[in-house]
């Protein structure tokens, strides 16, 4: 768990040496507390409660460069942010977030959810309903941001805003679809399996003196 904000600058960070080839690509897997994004295209009618009502539910709303309009985070949903350079990729940029909603797909195909794209907006969506949230930028060939995957979260709590600024769509999630409970956790690994076969990328998980004495220090 950890706050937009705080994953935001440390996704600047990571992009910057990436760039620099001081660091190798690094996948950041990770929930965020409630917090409203606006992207690059975002329209604050989009977001349906005033800033009283947002301070009392405890919910932030930050700015961020990520394409799109406005999204919800919050515990429950899988978090996932590849630092990748597409420099290297060929510069795929449309293939690279086709790749990261076929993850999801393949994902929900395991629980047996039909999943699918929509061509006039990105994410993943389940009759009509969004499992889904996908939002990039490219900083100098580096990826940043990425899929927010809704796997537990209180669906009730996405009525603050208008998702992806679209009027009257809804979010789902794994445990809705399934009826029953669902950590993130369960879900997590065979994601990242998925992930890690359709971007033909090994995962390796960084221990805390990795953490702490390189990307962060």
Wanted: proline share 4%.
């Amino acid at each position: 768990m950890i706050e937009y904000k705080q994953a935001y600058d440390l996704q600047v960070r990571l992009a910057d040496l990436r760039y620099k080839k001081e660091i190798e690509d690094v996948l950041l897997v990770l929930e965020h507390p409630p917090t409203i994004t606006l992207g690059k295209f975002g329209k604050i009618q989009n977001v349906l409660v005033g800033e009283e009502e947002l301070s009392r539910l405890g919910i932030e709303v930050c700015l961020t460069n990520r394409g799109g309009d406005v999204s919800y985070h919050c515990p429950g949903q899988l978090v996932v942010y590849p630092i990748m350079d597409m420099r290297v990729r060929g510069g795929e940029l449309r293939r690279f977030m086709q790749d990261l909603e076929k993850a999801v797909i393949e994902t929900a195909n395991y629980f047996d959810i039909a999943a699918e794209t929509w061509k006039e907006h990105p994410g993943v969506w389940v009759g009509g309903k969004q499992l889904a949230a996908i939002g990039l930028h490219f900083m100098r060939g580096i990826s940043m941001h990425g899929i927010a995957f809704n796997i537990n979260p209180p669906l009730d709590d996405f009525k603050v805003i208008n998702l992806c600024g679209l009027p009257g769509k809804e979010a789902t999630s794994i445990a809705h679809l399934l009826n029953r409970n669902i950590d993130t956790n369960d879900v997590k690994p065979l994601f990242l399996d998925n992930l890690s076969r359709i971007l033909c990328i090994k995962l390796e998980k960084l221990t805390n003196t990795q953490i702490r004495g390189g990307i962060l220090g």
